[in-house]
């Protein structure tokens, strides 16, 4: 569906008002969209092709930097130097977990709704997968993995949507209480259910496809699926927040009133953010039953709902990078928490550095990057509103 | 809703549960009726430690998801200084205590510096929780406590058709009312009490009324901790003590309100029946998906009545 559609069936009625981006809303209907790459949205000429490469050229000298560049060959090149533990369980296990945390950055940081649910979702698109797949309980239908995965992203969609569909009743810290029971509910009903989901055991070795000959669950085959997802999953929320969609859904969380009166339909727009966010996670839940080869009400707990949470807060929600900054941190302290504080206090630890984020760095990590620039910016006397590149949030 | 919608709802609820009622009644009354029992003791519980959940929130707006550690907190302190003194009631008056000093701790020291700015409060709150876990798990380590009640309370007492009770959980019962029944008294009947009430109803102008806000805060935060910490030493004395308690009555007190209605004493009372008998006629009923009936019931109330049975909208 293009963008402009989009806005047809959210708004009815809002059509004729030019507002919340709308310019970008106008000219993006011009081209398919709704399409996980790095398009350009909010451009001044589209239309014909000449302009519209001349465009591209131009919208790719403004918006990428040298230190994308960089970033994207450390990524890429990173499992040749790195050993086969950092790009397992540091590097693949981060990009998958920080799939699921941007979804949450997604959503609170972008709808203003905090789901501690996206786990739910992921744990829900786990399950579905294992009880189609092939794994070592008789439960598993053993039908073909493309299957399988087509039908765990439905399934878990839905599911997201539905629970979306429950949430957007309430605002603010209620959205918080009421998914946290959602996800608590679902993990008391996957601990006591057997008939499907084999209770308290879960699904255990889950198998992992085998794709022309290439086992995904090897290091860096298995790093290079989740770094493309990660990719593909940060490219499509960065070209969504500049849609008419991601700009409305922007407008609600700032003022739902406002936009309601100016002809939005904010519980529809609400709703499809939990969709989207949904498919985020379900992505990413698929890619932890893989990497972990297992499902089971551990892997949807308390515990991880709460983490996932952390780990978007760790980077910060006020850019889509942030989600992948705080996976990595979480990742490390995960791992390496043995050597600081001793295997058993890992929540000690984790709990303690989100309360310092949380108390003296309310834009998580991406907060210290901006105010480090800031503060360059001004020693270089160049002007400390050097263009900040993420939007001001919350 | 209208008179129709209410009688419309009434029955489709209303008759199914009257036919298992007496369904259940007919088929095996003392199952029945024992596992009623039980709901309200369980109710009572979640009631203690709920009712101090919407105190503050009603009153702040201020979630606090560390809750459920009050409670776990309260109860080990009661535990160590019931294990020292050899009474109980030392135990019950030290877990409240001890909560409620931490409460007003985490009042003065964090709370009162962001005021308004609820999602942060709630995720420091979270943070906290962790870490109370983890600081509490590596004191006591994972073995379940129990606790000694006087012998008065203790043993079994005789009821028609249940036949033996234990008589601790119907002193549970008789305390959380009596609980109840001093809340409302406390609220409706005395200065701090109309002071809260009129902070819940206007922050702002209870503050313009020359009234110390600061204070109004402190002392319900330490009531409602107090409580949590009370209905650890309490509930672990008819349960046991263990890690992960705290997530479980952090959880049980999200839903009371949510479906009793947040900012509400009594609506927590409702909340807490319904969903204690509830839980506990599901796991005797239908172990498997007991849990489903707790989420049934918050789902209806979402539905038909998202601010809760008692709740006003914010």
């Known amino acids: ?394 | 809703m209208s008179r129709f919608w209410l009688w419309f709802w009434g029955l489709i609820i209303g008759v199914p549960a009257a036919a298992f009622v007496v369904w259940g009644l007919a088929d095996n009354p003392k199952l029945f009726l024992t596992t009623g029992m039980n709901g309200l003791t369980l109710a009572a519980l979640y009631f203690l430690v709920a009712s101090g959940f919407t105190l503050v929130f009603g009153l702040m707006r201020n979630v606090n998801l560390a809750h459920g550690s009050l409670y776990l907190l309260g109860a080990y302190v009661g535990y160590v200084v019931g294990d020292r003194t050899g009474s109980w009631l030392m135990a019950v008056a030290a877990g409240f205590a001890s909560a409620a000093l931490f409460g007003l701790v985490l009042q003065v020291a964090v709370f009162r510096f962001m005021h308004g700015e609820d999602l942060r409060q709630t995720l420091v709150t979270i943070g906290l929780s962790i870490m109370m876990a983890d600081i509490l798990l590596w004191i006591f380590g994972g073995e379940i406590y129990q606790f000694d009640p006087p012998r008065a309370i203790y043993g079994r007492t005789l009821l028609p058709i249940v036949e033996v009770y234990p008589t601790y959980r119907l002193v549970l019962l008789a305390m959380s009312a009596a609980i109840g029944v001093l809340l409302w008294w406390f609220l409706n009947r005395t200065r701090v009490g109309m002071m809260i009430r009129a902070g819940v109803d206007d922050r702002a102008m209870l503050s313009a009324a020359g009234v110390n806000v600061q204070f109004v805060f402190a002392i319900t935060f330490a009531i409602g901790a107090g409580l949590a910490g009370f209905a650890g030493v309490v509930g672990g004395t008819a349960l046991s003590i263990a890690p992960g308690e705290d997530t479980r009555y952090q959880l049980a007190s999200l839903v009371v309100v949510i479906v009793g209605g947040m900012g509400s004493v009594v609506g927590a009372a409702i909340g807490a029946i319904l969903i204690g008998v509830a839980e506990q006629f599901g796991l005797a009923y239908a172990p498997t998906y007991s849990v489903v009936f707790t989420f049934v019931i918050m789902a209806l109330v979402l539905a038909f009545r998202p601010q809760g049975i008692l709740g006003r909208r914010a």
């Open chain 1, 1 to 394: 569906m293009s963008a402009a559609d989009w806005r047809k069936a959210m708004n009815p009625g809002a059509g004729r008002y030019a507002w919340a981006g709308g310019a970008a809303g106008r000219r993006a209907g011009a081209r398919p969209s709704a399409h996980p790459s790095p398009r350009p949205s909010p451009l001044r000429a589209e239309g014909e092709a000449a302009a519209g490469a001349a465009a591209w050229t131009r919208w790719i000298g403004r918006r990428v930097r040298a230190r994308h560049l960089l970033v994207l060959l450390a990524v890429l090149a990173y499992p040749w130097v790195a050993t086969p533990f950092f790009t397992f369980q540091i590097g693949a296990q981060a990009l998958a977990l920080g799939l699921i945390a941007l979804s949450l950055t997604f959503l609170a940081g972008y709808g203003g709704m905090v789901s501690l649910a996206q786990m739910t979702v992921a744990g829900i698109a786990g399950y579905m997968y294992a009880i189609f797949a092939t794994s070592g309980t008789d439960i598993s239908l053993r039908w073909p993995w493309g299957l399988a995965v087509v039908l765990a992203l439905v399934i878990a969609t839905i599911c997201a949507t539905l629970i979306g569909w429950f949430s957007v009743r309430t605002e603010g810290i209620y959205t918080i209480m009421i998914t946290l029971a959602i996800g608590v509910a679902f993990y008391y009903l996957a601990q006591q259910n057997y008939s499907l989901f084999n209770g308290f055991q879960g699904f255990q070795s889950v198998m992992t496809p085998a794709v022309a000959g290439v086992e995904l669950r090897a290091p860096i085959p298995f790093y290079y699926l989740a770094l493309f997802w990660a990719l593909a999953g940060y490219f499509f929320v960065s070209y969504l927040l500049r849609a008419p969609f991601g700009v409305a859904l922007q407008g609600i969380r700032d003022n739902p009133r406002r936009m309601s009166a100016l002809g939005f339909n904010v519980t529809a727009h609400r709703v499809a953010a939990y969709a989207v966010a949904g498919v985020l996670a379900a992505i990413g839940g698929i890619l932890m039953v893989w990497y972990n080869g297992l499902v089971s009400p551990g892997s949807v707990g308390t515990g991880w709902l709460i983490n996932i949470l952390i780990i978007a807060v760790l980077g910060g929600m006020r850019h889509p990078i942030g989600a992948f900054v705080g996976a990595v941190v979480f990742v490390l302290l995960q791992n390496f928490a043995v050597d600081l504080v001793g295997r058993e206090r890992f929540n000690l630890l984790i709990g303690g550095v989100f309360l310092v984020i949380v108390l003296f760095s309310p834009d998580g990590m991406l907060g210290w990057w901006t105010q480090a620039r800031q503060y360059l910016m001004t020693q270089l006397n160049r002007g400390p509103a050097a263009a900040p590149t993420q939007r001001r949030g919350q």
